[in-house]
């Protein structure tokens, strides 16, 4: 550690320049990469869980009168829909008693 230190004091000016340019530049860059791979993180997350969202409700709105009628063949087939989605693995659909009206546990991949 001494020797750095050592090397450095004894280094001219024009490389003590260059060393903390150097320096700076790398911890500038080390903060900016880390702050962009975060908020690349919480975007990717908000998205998918706005994503999510907006397919459950256009589930939910599209299986109610099957669920209303009790017609678990229609909700299945809407559910069907859903093997396009590679991020969507299981999903449950209830009836206001909280009984399973149908699911996509069979499709599991």
Excluded: C, W
Excluded at 35 to 51: C, E, G, K, N, P
Aim: no cysteine.
């Amino acid at each position: 550690m001494f020797g750095i230190l050592q090397r450095f004091r004894d280094s001219s000016i024009s490389q003590k320049l260059t060393l903390i340019i150097v320096a700076t530049s790398f911890i500038v860059l080390l903060i900016a990469s880390v702050t962009f791979v975060a908020y690349s993180l919480i975007s990717f997350r908000r998205q998918m869980v706005r994503d999510l969202s907006v397919q459950a409700r256009i589930i939910g709105n599209n299986t109610a009168a099957a669920i209303a009628f009790n017609d678990s063949k229609n909700v299945t087939e809407t559910l069907a829909a859903l093997k396009a989605e590679p991020s969507i693995h299981l999903v449950y659909i209830h009836d206001r008693a909280g009984e399973v009206v149908a699911n996509t546990s069979d499709r599991i991949r």
